[in-house]
């Protein structure tokens, strides 16, 4: 329990038979989508609903292999890697209790056809938040991933009885003598993704998302209603100077921007756009 977030992976898999493996420790949660799955090098700027969630978490899964090209997991793990004060903005809300089983549990099948060109990632989620505060989470990753071709749909909701994200409660300005963590926060986000391998050494991506996050219930002075709306667009070269080397060169281009609605604006929240182009080099040290 509140195992260090520096520690992402602490864990010992059991494989008990040719379709179940039991995994115990500090594990990724078992969301879909392939921007929370595949390796971060590859994703270069998160959607800000995967960016504000915590991915490591220790508990146990189990792994079923229905058949060579389904998989099922089961997984129980706890949800948060700190106290209620680090985990939420601004702590828990006046009145509302710790919970007494801060775990989530997640259902996430992953299917792989047609040569596994086509991948299926999904997974529903459950948890405690915080007593009488809970938190439901759907996430699908639609990929397409053959030759010079990754593509990707993800598609992602998360409705929660505490601001677990943080995004809505951090919109509150001057104006508020005492913010509080929002309660009652939704959030919805669509991610689009085009990769070409247009050369042995070179690769081309073009990355585009929405989201929205809003308020499904008045709670203090969080009004029911939509609180801001994010584009988020992004272009990349990216130059692999040796063939199967874990190097590779970049240029990435970033536009994000936000706009916030009027019950954003009464709380006095602020949410520059941004524009960045950043070039550097990544390599992977082949550790194992």
């Keep these: 329990d509140n195992l260090s977030s520096s520690?992402?992976?602490?864990?010992?898999?059991?494989?008990?038979?040719?379709?179940?493996?039991?995994?115990?420790?500090?594990?990724?949660?078992?969301?879909?989508?392939?921007?929370?799955?595949?390796?971060a090098i590859k994703v270069r700027e998160y959607s800000e609903f995967n960016d504000n969630i915590s991915c490591y978490q220790a508990g146990v899964a189990g792994r079923f292999n229905l058949s060579s090209t389904n998989e099922l997991v089961l997984q129980v793990v706890n949800n948060r890697s700190g106290e209620n004060d680090e985990t939420y903005l601004y702590g828990l809300p006046q009145g509302v209790e710790k919970a007494k089983v801060p775990v989530l549990s997640t259902v996430n099948w992953n299917g792989f056809f047609f040569d596994n060109a086509v991948q299926l990632r999904y997974a529903a989620s459950y948890g405690q938040l915080a007593e009488g505060k809970n938190l439901c989470c759907f996430t699908a990753g639609n990929i397409y991933?053959?030759?010079?071709?990754?593509?990707?749909?993800?598609?992602?909701?998360?409705?929660?009885?505490?601001?677990?994200?943080?995004?809505?409660?951090?919109?509150?300005?001057p104006v508020l003598m005492t913010p509080s963590t929002a309660q009652n926060a939704e959030y919805f986000t669509t991610v689009v993704n085009f990769d070409y391998r247009i050369h042995p050494n070179w690769n081309l991506y073009l990355k585009g998302a929405y989201e929205t996050a809003g308020i499904y219930k008045t709670n203090g002075p969080f009004e029911k209603g939509l609180y801001r709306t994010t584009w988020n667009a992004q272009a990349c070269v990216e130059y692999f100077p040796m063939r199967n080397s874990e190097l590779l060169i970049f240029a990435h281009l970033l536009y994000k921007g936000h706009h916030?609605?009027?019950?954003?604006?009464?709380?006095?929240g602020m949410?520059?756009?941004?524009q960045r182009i950043s070039i550097g080099l990544v390599y992977s040290i082949p550790v194992f």
Aim: glycine share 10%; proline share 3%; net charge negative.
């Design 7 to 39: 520690i992402e992976h602490a864990l010992v898999n059991w494989k008990m038979s040719d379709r179940f493996t039991l995994t115990v420790g500090k594990q990724d949660i078992a969301l879909g989508g392939y921007e929370y799955y595949v390796n």
């Design 145 to 173: 991933e053959k030759g010079p071709v990754i593509a990707y749909i993800d598609l992602m909701y998360s409705r929660e009885g505490l601001d677990s994200k943080g995004i809505i409660s951090d919109l509150q300005g």
């Design 260 to 268: 916030l609605t009027r019950r954003a604006q009464a709380l006095g």
């Design 271 to 274: 949410s520059p756009d941004t």
